[in-house]
Structures are given as C-alpha cells and as structure tokens.
C-alpha cells in the first residue's frame, strides 16, 4: 500500500463458466457501488468508479458528503485459466491525505495557542495527522474489502 493508494488483488477458484461468472460479478460490483451512491463506468474487465461530493443545502449534511473518504477507484477481474479468476482493486487515498494533515495542522494549531512550545503542537500536530490517516486508511480498506466480497 503506498501513501495515496490502496490496493490488492485475489485470486478464486471458479467452478462455473468464467465468461458467465465475469458478467455475474459485473453485474453485482455495479448493483452495490449504485447503493454506494458511485458512478461507475466498465471498461473491458475493468469497473471503475467515482464518488461525487454534492453541496446540498442541508447544513450537515454537507459536512457529512466532505467526510467521504473512499472517492476514486477501480475494480478489475480477469482469468488467470479457465477454473481461477484474479480480483483487483484499487482505491485513492488523496482526499484522505488532505483530510488527515489538514486536521492534524488544525490541531496543532489549537496546541500551539495553548501552549507555549512550537515544537510540541507541530509534533502533536504531526501524530494526530498520522493516527488519523491510519484510521482512515482501515476504514477504507474494510469498506473496498466489504464492497469485494459482497460481489463474489
């Protein structure tokens, strides 16, 4: 997993047709990303997809759109032979980046006026960051993962 992509692939053995467990597999990959509110386009064995963040005109409910952390991404599958199959995906990180270092200056921020020291508030500032990209990089993997496996 690199900073601004997570990614990864399986492999399954199939005991159907592989064309017709491909289609299958489309078809359920498109049903939930619908219900994940994602647009989604196929290209050849390739779904790839995009959360749009919408302003509305609720108070939080925009709040809530910009949280979004699993934006930008593909979902792929292929034969390997004719009884194995290889699943991959890959999902962007950017907006999670961005969220977590713009929280983790916010925070250290707030240290720095109250304390004193610059030193501490850029490293509490710097661990918040990290602690926060960390939980978003789990709950981002756990829902690619969740949104994978319901499609097997």
Do not use: P
């Not at 707030?110 to 990290?130: N, P, T």
């Amino acid at each position: 997993m690199s900073l601004l992509k997570y990614s990864n692939t399986e492999e399954k053995a199939i005991h159907v047709n592989s064309d017709v467990y491909i289609d299958s597999f489309k078809k359920k990959i498109l049903e939930t990303l619908k219900n994940f509110d994602a647009k989604s386009e196929i290209q050849n064995d390739t779904i790839k997809f995009k959360r749009i963040v919408r302003i509305t005109t609720h108070s939080g409910q925009n709040k809530i759109e910009a949280m979004k952390i699993v934006r930008e991404g593909l979902i792929g599958i292929e034969r390997v032979d004719s009884k194995k199959i290889r699943i991959f995906w890959e999902v962007k990180l950017d907006s999670l980046l961005f969220l977590s270092i713009s929280i983790g200056l916010l925070i250290g921020a707030i240290a720095g006026f109250v304390g004193s020291m610059i030193i501490i508030s850029m490293i509490i500032g710097l661990l918040f960051s990290a602690i926060i990209y960390f939980i978003g990089c789990s709950i981002v993997k756990s829902t690619i993962d969740d949104i994978v496996a319901t499609s097997i």
